[in-house]
């Protein structure tokens, strides 16, 4: 199985109680990479920054924070304990570059750190600034699978 995933965003869902993550995560990023996992038989996760590897349907409620880099390595630890017990057999992380986005870079690390731990092979899909439909990145996300 694929592991398919892509980190959180600052932009929420400002209602009260737990949504899911799909719904509480205000990001056109999030929901293509959504159904592009969808579209390729994968298994999705959203990293955030606070719970780890989240399904789409993770209820969680409100909250703010962003991943730092004094953050990753107890991140990294946690999120190898969640792939493990995905077992999936590689995993790629979809985001936009540290040039388009700085504070990105702590999730691809922790992201990246975690799956060396895990022994799960990995990749990043690097996604076009301002490509987020889903059959494109189905297309960026096809190119890295095994055969």
């Known amino acids: 199985m694929i592991l398919i995933a892509t ?16 719904d509480r995560y ?23 920054g606070k ?4 399904k789409a349907s993770s209820e969680i409620p409100h909250y703010d924070l962003l991943l730092t880099s004094a953050d990753v ?6 999120i190898a304990e969640q792939i493990l017990q995905i077992e999936p057999t590689c995993a790629i992380f979809c985001s ?5 986005d700085p504070q990105v870079r702590p999730y691809r690390t922790a992201f ?5 731990m895990a022994g799960v092979e990995f990749t990043v899909v690097d996604m076009p600034e301002n490509e987020m439909r889903a ?12 055969s």
């Not at 293509?32 to 994968?42: M, T």
């Not at 390595?73 to 946690?78: D, L, T």
């Open 112 to 116: 990246s750190a975690a799956c060396s």
């Open 26 to 48: 205000l990001s056109r990023r999030i929901q293509a990479v959504y159904r592009a996992a969808i579209s390729v038989g994968a298994e999705f996760r959203i990293l955030s």
């Open 96 to 100: 936009r570059t540290v040039e388009q």
């Open 7 to 22: 980190y959180c965003s600052r932009d929420k869902a400002a209602d009260p109680g737990k949504l899911p993550a799909i």
């Open 73 to 78: 390595p107890r991140m990294s630890a946690r």
């Open 51 to 54: 719970y780890g590897l989240l």
């Open 135 to 146: 059959e494109s990145i189905a297309e960026l996300i096809k190119k890295f699978l095994p």
